[in-house]
């Protein structure tokens, strides 16, 4: 290094320490700064002690409610509970209010810590028809297993599991208040207290009160007996107690969009069952106590029967799932009011975990065998006193479901024969009035001759002996035993899973070809039993349209052409129905069809028919008008007195 550089540093240096000289603070300066630093000091510490004064006392109220609610810690994405930085307080979820609460490390509630380390217990109770899992978690009921039946996907597999009719997703608990809080059994842990195979206790605590939960299956029987005690709760807080339930049972058949047309909500008010809509979302309060509600499927259901009876003003709902949906049916709701005025008295209740068989059903004596569909009215007479009774005591037998509706069948027609006996009459000797009839409308072809023709033709009849009515009457009397089995045989469990020929389940359809993709208004399936019943009663409508007159008055429908569409309309409609209803229908109508045969050939001589009907005519004898004819035939002269008037004006 040369002289000059070394000259040029120290200059350079000097310069820096004079300039650093001439640029520092006086000590009036750094007094002001120090006293702005620690103002700003000052101020920071006030406000974290201000900060930490709300805090204590939003922890004085979580601490107030640890022993009511449950703080749930709340963890980061390692599974490490977060610690708030400032306070240095761990952060948990208040799950009554679903916000943040900070708790001190040193001070956490001993309750909280227990209600977190508490893990799930799962008990197993059972009896001979049905197995039922308890969790301690709101020591609710979160599986029921039906046992002798199966899914329809188990049946085809022919896994012999038993069938579940709902699983954890389903929740029910008892709503209550205490110290003015409203509650929820379903947030309490339980303490298993005791348990055998056929019975659970289990108790949780809730401040200074605890709630008792007792579990007691009966044996050979679908339910099981539900008692609550509630100790060391205000009174005054009884009467807000409710059951809330949500629950989705689980698909179990085999066609979907049957089985959740048959799903919905039954309930008794007043003595009188009913149901919400099956098709569409529904919910009503009830205006009068209930002594049960039912969440039903289409042959199995859960049903709560309560002995004080809910009370007015208790809801309950239905509610249709995502197409796409395929595990569950449909959310039943229900807010159940129990009518409390005290805590002192236990609830009791009995649940019904089992299938929709009604001489099951029947034993509890408070209507609930309503909820199985046989129809309303005369139809459900019918089905409850005369072809349930008939039809189970075939399948008592020991014989297949196939020939037990078979038997049916011919018990059924045997008793009708009478009445198809006086329809083919009738129906005969309209056939051999077809000449006669022809010339009366060829006589009184005009519009205005209407009244005269209809004269004439019931002059015909009178002499004839013969009726147009007579074949209507016995058709009347056979309807109300058509209408009943079209609700028997597709609301009966007893022919559930019942194979017969190439129909694997009777209660569901058959298919002999699948297309793999769905056809609007009829199905992604051919089902045989459908196109032999439609075949069938096509062959019928031919054979009965022989003997059809066609309308004599313009304007009229040819009830000929409509009879021929209705057994086409039948290929849609029963596509997706009971196979066995189907099968009925058809075996029915071939059975009609043979009856109607032997009648022609046996019984009745169409020829004697005729002579008859000359005979009278040739010799006709005075007979007193009946009183339809005379009220007929005055209704005739009124209105051509009418027309008369109303064409001279």
Known sequence: MD??????LLLIGAILLTFSWLNAPSDEEIEAIKAKEQTKADSLKNIKQDVNQVLQEENAVAFKDAEQSILIPKFDTNGVQIIDSVTNMAVFINTMTQKDTLLPLSQINNTTKEKKEIPEQIVSIENDKITIDVTNKGGRIISAKIKGYYSYDDYITENKKPLELFDEQSMYGIEYFSNGKLKNTNNLDFKIIESNQNFIKLKAQDGKGTITFN????????????????????????????LTANFKLLSTEKHLPTEKRASTVFYDEDGKYTYLSEGTDDEEVLESPAKWVAFKQSFFSAIVMYNKGFTQGSKVEIKNLDETDTTYLKIYKADLNLGLTTFQQPLNFKMFFGPNNYDVLAIYNNGVEDIVNLGWGLFRWINVYALR????????WGISAGLAILILTIIVKLFLSPVNYKMYKSSAMMKVLKPEIAEINAKYPKKEDGMKKQQALMALYREAGASPMAGCVPMLIQMPILFAIFRLFPS?????????????????????????????LYGDHISLFTLLMAFTTLAYTHFNSQNMQQPQQEGMPNMKYIMYFFPFMMIFFFNNYSSGLSYYYFISTLMTMGIMFAIKKFILDEEKIHQKIKANKANPKKKGKSKFAQRLEEAQRLQMEKAAKKKKN
């Open 389 to 396: 009774p008939m039809f189970n005591t075939f399948m008592g």
């Open 3 to 8: 002289k000059n550089t070394i000259t040029g």
């Open 492 to 520: 009966s469990i007893e022919i559930r899973q019942k194979g017969f020929l190439w129909a694997e389940d009777l209660s569901s359809y058959d298919s002999i070809y699948n297309f793999g993709f769905d056809i609007p």
């Open 215 to 242: 579990y007691k299956l009966n044996q050979n029987t679908y339910d099981l007996d539900f008692t609550i005690a509630f100790n060391g709760f205000s009174d005054a807080d009884a009467s807000n107690t409710k």
